[in-house]
Antibody, heavy 123, light 109 residues
Framework: QLQLQESGPGLVKPSETLSLTCTVS??????????WGWIRQPPGKGLEWIGS???????YYNPSLKSRVTISVDTSKNQFSLKLSSVTAADTAVYYC???????????????WGQGTLVTVSS | QSVLTQPPSVSAAPGQKVTISCSGS????????VSWYQQLPGTAPKLLIY???KRPSGIPDRFSGSKSGTSATLGITGLQTGDEADYYC??????????FGGGTKLTVL
């Protein structure tokens, strides 16, 4: 059974960089059938896609966050990571990592999710 | 303001049927497949429907999905109190990014 687990600091100071890692177990991150994504959810609000990465390193980012986001992959550790720079209180959210399946017809969907980790931006 | 528009809330009695709409445009729903996600309180989202109308293994057939033009619909029949959750639609936008709807809170009265 595939499992994803987010890890990283739960508290980040304003203007600093938020860094999270997602560890994938029970499957290989190097499969050609999947992207690996980050999604966040501010308290009491909806889901916001941050970006996704392919095992080769190709990335897609939310245009509204693109200038501050970097997603990278480490296939040797079966992990992928998120860096969000210059954070403010508006970046306080539960951050989820998820697998995004790329089906034969070109369809995409998130089928496995981590449990999420709350990151608070505060001094 | 989400690119995909969902009603903020819907409600129905146990045993009844409810539908949740998701409205987009030709750059997203109109030319791409839609998926739906259920988020129970305090938990991570869970895939309910993919490819507009397919159910992953383990999802009961009380849940259904459809798409017409630039809109998609999630249907839930035989409502149970355990279905109370937030529901989100999602799809790829041809401008090369993923979009979620704003979410719909389902209340089973």
């Amino acid at each position: 059974q595939l499992q994803l687990q987010e890890s990283g600091p739960g508290l980040v100071k304003p203007s600093e960089t938020l860094s999270l890692t997602c560890t994938v177990s029970g499957g290989s991150i190097s499969s050609s059938s999947y992207y690996w994504g980050w999604i966040r959810q501010p308290p009491g609000k909806g889901l916001e896609w941050i970006g996704s990465i392919y095992y080769s390193g190709s990335t897609y980012y939310n245009p509204s966050l693109k200038s501050r986001v970097t997603i990278s992959v480490d296939t040797s550790k079966n992990q992928f990571s998120l860096k969000l720079s210059s954070v403010t209180a508006a970046d306080t959210a539960v951050y989820y990592c998820a697998r995004q399946t790329l089906a034969a017809a070109g369809t995409l969907f998130f089928d496995y999710w981590g449990q999420g980790t709350l990151v608070t931006v505060s001094s | 303001q989400s690119v995909l528009t969902q009603p903020p809330s819907v409600s129905a009695a146990p045993g009844q049927k409810v539908t949740i709409s998701c409205s987009g445009s030709s750059s997203n729903i109109g030319n791409n497949y839609v998926s739906w996600y259920q988020q129970l309180p305090g938990t991570a989202p869970k895939l309910l429907i993919y490819d507009n109308n397919k159910r992953p293994s383990g999802i009961p057939d009380r849940f259904s999905g459809s798409k017409s033009g630039t809109s998609a619909t999630l249907g839930i029949t035989g409502l149970q109190t355990g279905d109370e959750a937030d529901y989100y639609c999602g799809t790829w936008d041809s401008s090369l990014y993923w979009v979620f709807g704003g979410g719909t809170k389902l209340t089973v009265l």
